[in-house]
């Protein structure tokens, strides 16, 4: 499984709705996710990529989309 496709599975196990959201569109906006399951995804994130993601970028701006998430995953790896 690629990058992007582990961490749609991530998101979609925190998101509000069942839904396949295109990259590109924001998380947040839409209401799939929110402050409070950011920090669970976050969480997910760390474990399946083995990174560590300091509190400073618990921001809902960095993992807007699958996009933002997949270029911050891979700035981390």
């Known amino acids: 499984m690629d990058r992007?496709?582990?961490?749609?599975?991530?998101?979609?196990r925190f998101a509000a709705e069942p839904i396949e959201p295109n990259p590109a569109d924001s998380l947040f906006e839409s209401g799939l996710l929110d402050?409070?399951?950011l920090a669970d995804v976050v969480s997910a994130?760390?474990?399946?990529?083995?990174?560590?993601?300091p509190d400073a970028d618990l921001?809902?701006?960095?993992?807007?989309?699958?996009?933002?998430?997949?270029?911050y995953v891979a700035s981390k790896s």
């Open 4 to 12: 992007r496709s582990r961490i749609l599975a991530i998101v979609k």
């Open 35 to 37: 402050s409070f399951s």
């Open 45 to 53: 994130l760390e474990s399946e990529f083995a990174i560590r993601i």
């Open 59 to 71: 921001s809902p701006r960095k993992f807007d989309s699958i996009e933002r998430i997949e270029a």
